[in-house]
């Protein structure tokens, strides 16, 4: 949360945050949260109103359906969408030794450090291709 939103919800922050405002100032800023509370009640409302009509038309579907002997496994379609398979894992494209020990990288993301310091060094990337 932020420090303006925790001053903000924090009484004795918020008291001390507003001490050297004039009652009028006061009064402005608690109109102008007053509308901000009514803006968020009508939206709050809207939505509502606007998911009644979505489970009203839904209802009129489902007796349509019902009249007809109709049911959803008919239609073919599933409500769950499936989660898509995870990839697997690209082959390595090169390899190097570094004492003793056999380091690999697919040749994506970011170069290992020890490919870094050999390219660094003058050798090409062709050198440690897999074959």
Excluded: C
């Amino acid at each position: 949360m932020s420090e303006f939103l925790e001053i903000l919800t924090h009484g004795r922050r918020l008291k001390a945050a507003v001490k050297d405002l004039s009652l009028d100032d006061l009064r402005d800023l608690v109109a102008k949260l007053e509308k901000i509370v009514t803006e968020r009640e009508s939206e709050a409302e809207e939505e509502l109103k606007a998911n009644a009509e979505r489970i009203a038309k839904i209802e009129e579907i489902r007796k349509q359906m019902a009249e007809i002997g109709l049911s959803v496994e008919d239609l073919g379609v599933t409500a769950v969408k499936v989660a898509g398979k995870k990839r697997a894992p690209r082959p390595p494209k090169y390899k190097i030794v570094v004492d003793g020990e056999e380091i690999t990288w697919t040749g994506q993301g970011r170069m290992p450090t020890v490919f870094k310091n050999a390219v660094e060094k003058g050798a090409s990337m062709d050198k440690f291709l897999i074959a």
